[in-house]
């Protein structure tokens, strides 16, 4: 009886392992189906905001280990007619920062600084340096000035080589904006201060640190910092404005200026392979990324901007500079990486990703149309002339402009809004669209503002 009921065991037991091996592969297909179909969906979404000239540069997107797309689209070099593709190099602007992070935490893991430790630690004559931490500057917490709101430095010195003292001097004497931990207010000089923090530590350039703990480690050969001098025929031309018909080159901005706050360039697959990295703890252990991914204040970390999706953890960063506007965002727990570069100022990354999210999730989504601009008589456009409440504080006053409406934000430059139909209303450049509502008289008592896949209602009170 005993070797009997070993004998059955052996039999279910082999049973099992069949309905095993038959299910890995049905997955693996079932999964494989997934991919590409997801994968021509992507491509169809982007391919679709190509063609409205509201995206030109390299898309990836992964999950589960597998890469759904990298591609390239539209032109890396409009003059020269040549085409953005998968190794297509571009500046990633403050994508940079979460490198800068990952440094300090390497360092604080080496014992060689902690998050807690003062400014002054390292700089002792940084006025208030006593009273700011790393951790603060890694936040945005600091209350320190951003260089990048000096209009006159941003228009007139950006593309020239500036040393340590010289950047520093930009803001190191400027009041601080809050009490240091007691409000948030996104900071590129904080971001520098890390970067100079982590010389003074490793007695090595900025550069040389990132390269050590990070590119070389994970084989990121394709990523680099001084952009205005790299001779690769990968690098892209980055532009403010790029369509069928003209094209706007803009300058490069150098690397001393954007440094650790935004100088790193680099293609999709590199960030991927950092994204793959993160994924399997390679270079930040588990807790160290729980570190970076705690929002402190307005849903920020280390170097990361914090939300969720599908009820999962999402991280990521976007990133602006002069000629491109670039974005990473990821579910580490669903192990999605979406990695969005724009050579061409490109303002709908946001809506895109949303989009992409979408796909991924089997969600409904709706792929761009080309708006039409119709005119409307004076007499219809009287009624949407007044003032409007976005915020506190923050208004935007609509006029009467050359048949069309102005819209004019407070401290803002003025934008023209094109009539698509009665109500509804857009902007071309900043993919920006307005809905004015109306009361039960029929009067406009207000708008609706679509911007970035984000909806404000706001109301009229002038």
Not at 37 to 46: P, R, T
Not at 51 to 66: E, H, I, M, P, Y
Not at 228 to 242: A, C, E, I, Q
Not at 318 to 334: A, F, K
């Amino acid at each position: 009886m005993a070797g009997s009921n070993i004998f059955t065991k052996i039999i279910k037991l082999f049973a099992t392992m069949k309905r095993i091996f038959i299910l890995v592969p049905v997955l693996f297909a079932v999964f494989a189906v997934f991919a590409q179909d997801a994968g021509n969906k992507i491509d169809e979404l982007i391919s679709a905001y190509s063609k409205l000239n509201k995206f030109n540069g390299s898309a990836l997107v992964a999950k589960n280990g597998t890469i759904l797309l990298n591609k390239g689209y539209g032109y890396r070099n409009a003059a020269d007619k040549l085409m953005n593709n998968e190794e297509s190099i571009f500046q990633l602007g403050s994508i940079t920062k979460q490198f800068t992070a990952a440094v300090i935490l390497k360092l604080q893991e080496e014992k060689k600084l902690k998050v807690t430790d003062k400014l002054s630690k390292f700089f002792p004559d940084y006025p208030k340096g006593d009273s700011i931490t790393i951790k603060q500057l890694l936040t945005h917490t600091s209350g320190i000035y951003s260089y990048t709101n000096d209009g006159n430095f941003m228009a007139n010195e950006i593309t020239k080589n500036k040393s340590r003292e010289e950047m520093m001097a930009l803001f190191k004497d400027k009041p601080l904006d809050f009490s240091p931990g007691t409000g948030w207010n996104y900071s590129n000089s904080g971001y520098s201060l890390l970067g100079y923090i982590i010389e003074v530590v490793t007695k090595k350039s900025y550069e040389e640190a990132v390269r050590k703990y990070i590119f070389t480690p994970l084989h990121m050969t394709h990523s680099g910092f001084d952009f205005t001098h790299l001779k690769s025929p990968d690098k892209t031309t980055g532009y403010f404005m790029l369509d069928d018909k003209s094209s706007n080159p803009a300058p490069v901005v150098d690397s001393t200026v954007s440094f650790s706050a935004g100088a790193i360039y680099s293609i999709t697959s590199d960030l991927y392979l950092w994204h793959k990295a993160l994924e399997q703890n390679t270079i930040l252990s588990k807790t160290q990324q729980q570190e970076a991914y705690t929002p402190v204040k307005n849903n920020y970390g280390y170097g990361w901007g914090i939300d969720s999706i599908e009820g999962k953890r999402r991280v990521g960063h976007g990133g602006g500079i002069p000629g491109y506007i670039t974005n990473e965002s990821r579910v580490p727990e669903d192990d999605i990486d979406i990695v969005l570069l724009s050579n061409a100022s490109d303002r709908s990354l946001d809506e895109i990703t949303k989009s992409i999210y979408a796909i991924l999730y089997n969600k409904a989504y709706e792929l761009p149309k080309e708006r039409i601009v119709i005119l409307l008589p004076e007499e219809t456009l009287k009624q949407y002339e007044g003032e409007y409440e976005i915020a506190p504080g923050f208004n935007v006053i609509m006029k009467i402009k050359d048949g069309e409406i102005s819209a004019t934000p407070t401290g803002q430059s003025e934008k023209i809004l094109h009539a698509e139909k009665e109500d509804f209303f857009f902007e071309k450049e900043e993919d920006v669209q307005v809905q004015f509502t109306r009361n039960d008289d029929k009067t406009v008592d207000g708008l609706i503002l679509n911007q970035g896949g984000r909806k404000m209602t706001c109301k009229k009170i002038k």
